[in-house]
């Protein structure tokens, strides 16, 4: 708080009031001094009104989304896991294609059309993984320090089980 250049803008306001006041009451004031003083006492409580509001605004935006922001995260890895998992399945699945149809395998279609319909789910999962990637971005831009925990939680996850 000490640090901050809005806190310091608003002690110089008031202390500026403070000699604003005491300029006025002189016996014989200078109108232009106190105009001064006040104009000047002015800006610096207005700017320094305006970068603590907006810090403070930041915070407590910050905390609005926190509680939220672990779930939905989790939500979004969770759909982007998912989604790998369905790629290597296409994938898996275009392997097996490709032998059935060097096997010449009867009752099964084409292995150019099975391939073609295959190709056109994984472009469209590895357009799903692009946007889970941006959403993932996303929360690491909005709350990281929650994210990197998560992320964290999840590494030690996966080192115990594999």
Do not use: C
């Amino acid at each position: 708080m000490w640090a901050q250049p809005a806190f310091w803008l608003i002690v110089l306001s008031v202390v500026l009031g403070g000699v604003t006041v005491w300029t006025g009451t002189e016996s014989n004031p200078s109108r232009l001094a106190v105009s001064l003083l006040q104009g000047i006492t002015l800006v610096f409580g207005t700017v320094g009104a305006f970068v603590l509001g907006k810090d403070s605004s930041r915070a407590a935006a910050r905390e609005i989304v926190r509680p939220h922001a672990r779930s939905a995260f989790r939500r979004v890895q969770n759909l982007y896991r998912a989604l790998g998992r369905q790629q290597e399945a296409i994938a898996g699945e275009q392997l097996r294609l490709r032998f059935l149809s060097e096997q010449n395998v009867e009752g099964t279609i084409p292995y150019e059309h099975a391939l073609a319909s295959l190709s056109a789910l994984e472009y469209m999962v590895v357009e799903q993984i692009s946007t889970a990637d941006d959403a993932l971005e996303d929360w690491r831009d909005l709350v990281p320090d929650e994210v990197a925990a998560i992320e964290a939680a999840g590494r030690r996850r996966e080192e115990i089980d594999g």
